[in-house]
């Protein structure tokens, strides 16, 4: 996986990896979040997924991932192909600003100002490897140009579960290597149900997948601009990080827990929008967002005609009369499950949990989470 | 236990404990059947609760288990107070009519002719055992007059789970002991819907509940009449059942599997009532046969106000909008159960085998059953 492509030269991919990912709870755990796992049963987890697809062109050398103390281990156990210094720990988590900020200013320190850097989530889906690829060469042209260029994933759905984002007009000429990008005139939040149709209708509308490319000194100057204290901090770590380890841990153990919690759409996307530095790529790649056990499930192909889905061994499952199940056997070695008789549930068997719910509640399974912890089951969340 | 009553003085309790109750499943299994398990959580097992109430009238030694070789050990361990001479062990089974009316040879030979035997379920739950034993009381007094007698369970609702006993005139002075009694019509199987609400309407029905009290020589006599195989072989094996356990085992091994398997209530009760031969004493004390989950729930108390049984640990299950569920927490220690809002279901989960069913479902469990071992699950069957 070393065939870079002349067009992502000066490009490094970062992989925020964090997040635990509650609504797939017993599954997700606050030690085993969801990127870690292998949800589509294709063998490989989300991260590694995440990482062969960004690897493939960028090159495994340009491929970093930011991550919690809890999960690096286990993220460095997962990417044998990652380079060590491209694994950039926080102590605690602070949210994606400070996360892409930091990650990006070491690279901007080590790589030079001009290079750009692509942020992709590692817990995301995509089909078509190719169109993707094509999709981020016009972002990384747009970056190149000066944007803060993200894609649009085309809606296929009036989907409630996802931010959107508005486009305006195209780039035209401007940036020949980015044909098709657009402005982004904002970006809006989760809609209700019909909002979110009323999105769909217009054509404006595209789905925020949250990939953000841009030159390290455009994000950086804009960050000195509207968030000093997070530029502040993060350049201070950032010239001393590739120092001395010592060091580095104590800086971050300093500095860290003081910065500013913030989500990158809110603390730079949206307003740079509004001042008409950010461009969207359209992205029609086939992307989903494994969110919760119904979005596993429309990934997953049907184990037999009545649609049931099993994330997992098929042979730990026997249905009766019984469709359109999620049915996740991870109880261990030799346990059956057996549904009678059961229409459109979720079954999510772990050695300590088990979930049982209706596959329209899925996306309430968080909710779940935060009853356990209030009853004191911290030992299976 | 041991203060007998006067009037049970030639009276021996019989518990035929055969069945897996596959309905139950996975809680019950072939090799450890429902009777030997605690489903309600009173601290007694069914087959210990059986043998208490029927001791404490009868007394100890006047109690006897016929049940299969594979659960003979297990049965010893529950009722250390059995009499082990009154462990009667089949080889296999062959239906209820062999196992009582060997078990009632034995009893006949060991403490005569005209010793009552009264044969009763392992698997019932009765709650009011006072009013129990004056119905045992009655029918033994009319099993002393010549009739085999039966207990007549009143039908609180159309249940289309059990067989009925369509009741006739009242015995009247003939029995002075039995003032209850009437004689029995006819024995009906499990009805329709509209036939058991039908049933219900004329008042002339009751639910059987497999209770028999008899003479030994009036039942005997009887099957001399109308099964002679199967009376000459019992007596043939009891008339050396006490000799010496190699004969007897012997015996059993070449005679045993040779007998016609028919339930008691096709080769005896039903005959023998349309020969005037059978007494109905009526029965109110409470009585439930554990049949299927749905009944287990009946007499378990609710654990919430949203009316979730739980047949187990209560601080193994958390419920979060969900109603009516009965849900068995059987998995091992430390494994917990979610349920986000599911209505109505059945979840048993056990170290190897999980089962979920909609409540309404419950007595196709043994559908599920036979479908894992069509599929060759027998490991957890």
């Keep these: 996986m070393q065939q870079t492509d002349g067009r992502f ?9 964090g997040g635990v990912g509650s609504r ?27 990482f062969d697809r960004l690897a493939a062109f960028a090159g495994n050398g340009h491929v970093a991932v930011m991550t919690g103390a809890a999960h690096a281990a286990a993220v460095a156990a997962q990417l044998p192909e990652l380079d060590g210094r491209n694994l950039f720990v926080e102590p605690v988590g602070r949210d994606s600003t400070a996360a892409i900020a930091l990650a990006t200013a070491i690279l901007a320190r080590r790589h030079g100002c001009d290079v750009v850097v692509g942020s ?45 984002i508005r486009q ?28 979110a149709q009323a999105y769909l209708m217009t054509g404006e509308y595209r789905w925020n997948a949250g990939m953000f490319v841009m030159r390290a000194d455009v994000l950086l100057d804009t960050l000195a601009r509207l968030r000093p204290r997070i530029h502040e901090t993060v350049t201070a770590i950032a010239a001393i990080w590739d120092d001395d ?110 979930l049982v719910a209706p596959r329209a509640r899925s996306q309430e399974v968080k909710r779940m989470v935060a009853a356990l912890a209030a009853r004191g089951y911290d030992a299976i969340l």
């Design 168 to 195: 305006g007009r195209a780039l035209g000429g401007e940036v020949p290597d980015a044909p098709d990008a657009r402005m982004v005139r904002a970006f809006v939040e989760k809609p209700d149900s019909a909002t």
């Design 245 to 354: 380890a010592d060091h580095r841990a104590a800086m971050m153990e300093r500095l860290w827990p003081g910065v500013e919690k913030i989500a990158f759409d809110y603390a730079v996307a949206e307003p740079l929008a509004a001042e008409g530095g950010v461009a969207v790529v359209p992205g029609g790649f086939g992307w989903d967002d494994i969110g919760d056990f119904n979005s596993v499930a429309a990934l997953v192909p049907s184990a037999d005609r009545y649609n049931n889905k099993i994330i997992g061994d098929p042979g730990r499952v026997v249905c009766l009369d019984s469709a359109g199940n999620v049915v996740a056997p991870a109880g261990g070695a030799g346990r059956t499950i057996a549904l009678l008789g059961a229409d459109d549930l979720v079954v999510v068997d772990t050695p300590d949990a088990l």
């Design 24 to 50: 797939l709870w017993p599954l997700s755990r606050g030690a085993r979040p969801k990127f870690l796992y292998d949800f589509l049963g294709s063998g490989r987890t989300m991260i590694q997924a995440t």
């Design 9 to 17: 030269s000066d490009f490094h991919a970062l992989i925020p990896a």
């Design 120 to 164: 992709f989530a590692a817990d995301h889906v995509i089909r078509d490897e190719e169109t993707f690829r094509e999709c981020v060469a016009q972002a990384v042209a747009a970056a190149r140009a000066g944007y803060v260029a993200t894609i649009g994933i085309a809606a296929t759905r009036p989907s409630t579960a996802f931010g959107y």
